[in-house]
Nanobody, 124 residues
Framework: VQLQASGGGLVRTGESLRLSCTAS????????IGWFRQAPGKEREAISC????????KYTDPVKGRFTISRDDARNTVALQMNSLQLEDTAVYYC??????????????????WGLGTLVTVSS
């Protein structure tokens, strides 16, 4: 069972990136998927979650209106479209899976599997 976040890179402020969370060994649509990030010198923070069905999505205030989480069940991936990137979005981004819906998505302890992160760097 493995998750892998990919799609990070170096962009300028205002530009966009699309991250992908890919699973091997299990089917992503059986789980809620959360995205987290950890900026240099800061604690890891939750930023988004999508329910197993895709019917429910959650966003924290720093990314609401700029980021969109979605599922592609045919490809067994969850994407995070990030628009209007800002300097403070610079971080390592992680995806993680959990058995519940997105009600407590900010609580990292409820997630069972974590992917290796992908670095997003936003420059001015």
């Amino acid at each position: 069972v493995q998750l892998q976040a990919s799609g990070g890179g170096l962009v300028r402020t205002g530009e966009s990136l699309r991250l992908s969370c890919t699973a091997s060994g299990f089917t992503l649509d059986d789980y809620a998927i959360g995205w987290f990030r950890q900026a240099p010198g800061k604690e890891r923070e939750a930023i988004s979650c999508i329910s197993p069905s895709g019917a429910t999505t959650k966003y924290t205030d720093p990314v609401k209106g700029r980021f969109t989480i979605s599922r592609d069940d045919a490809r067994n991936t969850v994407a995070l479209q990030m628009n209007s990137l800002q300097l403070e979005d610079t971080a390592v981004y992680y995806c993680a899976s959990q058995d519940f819906e997105c009600g407590n998505y900010r609580d990292a302890s409820i997630y069972d599997y974590w992917g290796l992160g992908t670095l997003v760097t936003v420059s001015s």
